[in-house]
Every structure is written in C-alpha cells, then in structure tokens.
C-alpha cells in the first residue's frame, strides 16, 4: 500500500472505526449538494489560487483559504464530491448504507464523469485530491453559533493503494462530517444534468449551479444583478470583465437545459436564467450511513482551459419573453440586492409575487 496522503493518529483512528462505503459499479446519476451550488466554495481558476474567499450576505458567512503548496480547490475539484454525493444517494435509494469512508478505484472516478481514464488523468486526479484535502473551509452554513472555531477540508485524508509491481490497485477517502450530512439531508441534494461535466469553464460551470439551484424548472426561471452574481462567485476578475464573460456565455448557451439571457433596469445590468425542459427534482428518499454500494465515477481537475473564462457553443434561438416580476422565491440572500429595491417600487422587473 502506497500513502499518497500520510495521515496522523487522529485521523487512521477515523478510518479504523469506520466502516468502508466500497464502490462496487460507477452507474449513479450525478447529484450536487445544495450548499455548494450557490456560494463561493471553489476557486474558478485553473492557475492556482492562495487569495482567500472572504464572503458574506445576510446571515451566512464563508471562509475559503487555500495552501500555497497546492493552491485552492476549484471547481473542476468539486467533481470528486459531486460524484460522492452521487454514490451515497444511490446506494440509499437502493437500501444500502453509507459511510464517509469511500473506497473506490480512478477508473470507476473517471469514467462515471465521461473522462478519459489514462495516466495523465489519474496523476490529475491525484492532485485534485490535495487540493481538495489541503483547502480549509470556514462558514456558518449548518454550523451554527460557534462557527469560527469549527473548520474543514473536503477531503479529510486519501491513500491510494498499489501493488509491489506499481499498479495502482485503489484508492480511499474520508468526507467530512459537514458534507456528508449535507448529502444524508434529502432536501439538500438535486439532481443535475450529466452534460454539467462536459462544461469547460470556470464560471460556466459555477453558473450552471447556480442556475439548477435557483431557476430549477420555474417557468420564470431568476434573475440576478451581475454585480451579486460577482461577489456570490468568488472571482478574482473586475467585474467589468466578468460581466463581460457572462455576456458572451449568453450568446453561446452552453448551460445544458438553460438559457440565459442579459436584461437591463435603467443602469442596471441583469442576467436572467430559464429552464429549457423539465428536470428531475430534489433526491425523495431518505439516507442512512456507513455501508457498501454501487457507485459513479468523477473526474480531476487542472484540465487546460482559463479560469474565468467561458468555453463552448451552443446557440439557442429561443424565442424571447419578458417576465413581469423578479422572481423572489428562494431564500433571502441569493436576490438581496433585488429584494431591496423592489421594496423602494424599482425592484428587478417589479416587485415579486411571492417573498422568500
């Protein structure tokens, strides 16, 4: 067995009492986690990112620092949890138990997101494992009043596993307790399109959940001023130029089941996010712990597109159709912004039917 991350006496005592969640196919449906789908977790960059993400709306706080060594983890990254909360939701579905201790093989990881399954990958995929294990998270998300003195990686500790010869045979993982019960949680995972993985882009992907966790399949879809949209992403570039980047993901369309569109209020620059189709809703079974399943398969990060911008083409000429009402449905923090001038009568399209 080779160490790839040598964990301390504390956490070996972690994997020694639990019990492994042994991966067994890589056929789950990929589900994201609610949380990680709205705030500034991940670094949208591929260069690597030590500038800390220092967020705050309302009464939810985050803290994302990253180590110089490997920098912080992006969003590319963020596919070994999604495809983590994939598994432990199938396998509960299917009456099995669930662990926060992950034993899986690359192969079962790459292959269940549509990646290659090569040397180069796997070596990408070891280093998407340390930056998901050295990125330290703060936030008040679930924690509740004593959260400063509380904190997390992604990834607990991970070992792969070879045999004399060098073959890499498997690896393993420990979640954290935060995430995994944030997957456990039925009305905290929804279930996203397949296609998400194939996006390219740092803020691509980051708008895509965005979208799946706001717009959903509401007939109205969202609409967010893109300066709150900026600082719920995280990004490090002006907001000159990721409006910029927004404008040209509009005229591209490459949200798989979305379209997007740029509205204007007076001065006001606004991206507003409609379903194109119906899509699967919020995971309907309850989850237990520790245990065995059929599994998916993730990918790495570091593939060899810029950071804050948006890659691909897909142009939808869907016709275009103004909604009268800022859509006001979801909680408090994601349309703040908005929330407050419809109170002063020049709210984003009007005041909104429904408060949140």
């Known amino acids: 067995m080779s160490g790839a991350s040598r964990p301390d006496s504390k956490h070996r005592s972690e994997r020694q009492r639990l019990d492994p969640f042994v991966v067994a196919t890589g056929d789950a449906s990929p589900r994201d986690q609610r949380d990680l789908m709205e705030r500034p977790f991940f670094s949208l960059s591929k260069t690597p990112r030590t500038k800390p993400i220092l967020y705050k709306a309302a ?7 990253g180590m110089p060594e490997h920098g912080m983890a992006t969003i590319w990254d963020a596919d070994v949890l999604i495809w983590a909360a994939s598994e432990i939701v199938a396998a509960e579905n299917h009456g099995l138990r669930t662990s926060r201790f992950f034993r899986f093989t690359p192969y079962q990881l790459l292959r269940g997101v549509g990646r290659p399954t090569g040397n180069q990958q796997y070596l ?3 280093a998407s494992l340390a930056r998901l294990q050295s990125t330290v998270i703060a936030t008040t998300i679930r924690n509740g009043v004593q959260w400063r003195r509380r904190q997390f990686s992604w990834i607990n500790e991970w070992e792969e596993m070879t045999t004399r010869e060098g073959r890499v045979e498997g690896m393993e993982f420990v979640l954290p307790e935060w995430f995994y019960n944030g997957v456990v949680d039925r009305s905290l995972v929804l279930t996203i399109d397949p296609d998400y993985f194939r996006l390219t882009g740092g803020i691509e992907r980051w708008l895509y959940r965005v979208a799946r966790k ?4 509401q007939q109205h879809g969202w609409l967010f001023e893109i300066g709150h949209l900026h600082a719920k992403s995280g990004s490090l570039a002006r907001i000159s130029d990721f409006a ?16 997007l569109s740029i509205e204007r209020e007076g001065r006001r ?12 809703v919020p995971v309907d079974e309850p989850v237990n712990r520790i245990g065995r399943s059929g599994a998916k398969g993730i990918g790495t990060s570091g593939a060899g597109l810029s950071a804050d911008q948006a890659h691909g083409s897909q142009l939808s000429l869907w016709s275009e159709t103004r909604n009268p009402a800022a859509n006001l449905e979801s909680n ?3 349309n703040s912004s908005l929330l407050a001038r419809a109170k002063r009568g020049r709210g984003a399209g009007a005041a909104g039917r429904r408060t949140p």
Do not use: M
């Open 59 to 65: 009464d939810v706080e985050v803290q994302v620092l």
């Open 124 to 126: 990408l995929l070891k």
């Open 214 to 217: 706001h717009a959903g399949h």
């Open 244 to 259: 910029l980047d927004l404008r040209r993901i509009a005229l591209r369309q490459p949200l798989p089941g979305y379209r």
């Open 269 to 280: 620059e606004l991206l507003r996010i409609r379903p194109v189709q119906q899509f699967t």
């Open 332 to 334: 408090r923090e994601s």
